[in-house]
C-alpha cells in the first residue's frame, strides 16, 4: 500500500527548513511553514519564492508551475496550524533539548502517532533510542515508541 503525502509541515525556517518547503512545494505537496521567529517565516519564503523566480529566468520551470508552487508555500504563526498535516519535519537548532521539547510540543498539537516524525539528526548526534537508530544523517521516527 502506497501513502500519499499531500500536506507536510516544516518547523524551521533557516536554511534547512526554507530547502525542505521548497523541495516540497515542488513536489506538489501542500507547504506550512513555522518558525518561533515570525520574521524567519517571512525571510524564508521570500528566499524561496526568488529561487523560484530564478528558475523561472533559466527555463527549468514555467509561469504556471511557479505560480502553483506559490500557492502551496504558506508560513504559519503557531504550531496548532501543523495539525492536519500528513507529516512534519524538524529542522530546528541542532540542540537535542531543543528537539524533544519541540516533539514534546508537537505532541500536545499533533498527538502521539508515530507517523509525523521526521527529523534530520547529525551523524554525530548523541546515542538515540531504537526508535531513532540509523546510520544516515536522515532519521525519521516512525515508531510508537517517544523519540527521546
Known sequence: MQTRIKTVGVVGAGAMGRGIAQI??????????????????????????????????????????????????????????????????????????????????LEGVLGPTPSWRATPLPPRSPPSPPACSGRSAWRACISSTRCR
Not at 48 to 54: A, F, K
Open 24 to 105: 516540497a512545494a515542488q513536489a506538489g505537496c501542500q507547504v506550512r511553514l513555522f518558525d518561533m521567529q515570525a520574521a524567519a517565516v517571512a525571510a524564508a519564503r521570500d528566499h524561496v519564492l526568488s529561487q523560484w523566480d530564478r528558475l523561472q529566468e533559466k527555463g527549468k520551470l514555467d509561469a504556471a508551475a511557479v505560480a502553483a508552487c506559490r500557492e502551496r508555500l504558506q508560513g504559519v504563526d503557531s504550531l496548532e496550524a501543523l495539525a492536519g498535516c500528513d507529516v512534519v519535519i524538524e529542522a530546528i537548532v541542532e540542540r537535542l533539548d531543543a528537539k524533544r521539547q519541540l516533539f514534546a510540543a
